[in-house]
């Protein structure tokens, strides 16, 4: 599990697709949207957003499905 990330750090995550990497836009700490898909980020359980490098395309990710590369 990954903590303490911070804008711009390079992660790496998988996706259906194979491993793919990306950096750190922002931490999220409330309910935010990204993908189409709604993430319940808080302040106790905040949640990442990231930015992929292949794509451009922005996603929220719990700590624990990033690496820091």
Do not use: F, N
Request: overall charge positive.
């Amino acid at each position: 599990m990954t903590k303490d990330l911070k804008a711009g750090d390079h992660v790496k995550w998988d996706t259906p697709q194979g491993e793919t990497t990306g950096k750190v836009v922002k931490k999220e700490t409330g309910t935010t949207k990204a993908g189409g898909h709604t993430a319940k980020a808080s302040k106790d359980d905040p949640q990442y957003r990231v930015k992929s490098d292949k794509s451009g395309k922005e996603a929220v990710h719990k700590p624990d499905a990033l690496k820091k590369k």
